[in-house]
């Protein structure tokens, strides 16, 4: 299995920065794609950011230029720096990551984590 645990959430105003961790965890034996969705009440689950092995990367819309995914193999780490950070931002943010336990491949999520960014 893979545990995913975050960090990093919390309130910020307008304009501010934030920066997530993920660390994963567990029996796999490697984890290809990560990446950073985000949801609330109003809104479906929605992709913000993913990152492959090689470090390839790509963005919602809404957050290219803000937004920079980046990852640490060796530590099996993802982060999500925030900057510019706008009222919309505001949600639950979900690390992801696509991990080989046994001979399957399986998406595994963390428990999520709040950024609130006040006006």
Do not use: H
């Not at 975050?6 to 796999?28: K, N």
């Not at 490697?30 to 993913?50: D, K």
């Amino acid at each position: 299995q893979v545990q995913l645990v975050e960090s990093g959430g919390g309130l910020v105003q307008a304009g501010g920065s934030l920066r997530l961790s993920c660390a994963a965890s567990g029996s796999f034996i490697s984890i290809n794609n990560m990446a950073w969705y985000r949801q609330t009440p109003e809104r479906q689950r929605e992709l913000v950011a993913t990152i492959t092995k090689s470090g390839s990367t790509a963005y919602a819309d809404s957050v290219k230029g803000r937004f920079t995914i980046s990852r640490d193999n060796a530590k099996n780490t993802v982060a999500l720096q925030m900057n510019s950070l706008k009222p919309e931002d505001t949600a639950v943010y979900y690390c992801n990551v696509k991990g080989l336990v046994g001979f399957e491949w399986n998406n595994y999520w963390g428990q999520g984590t709040q950024v609130t960014v006040s006006p």
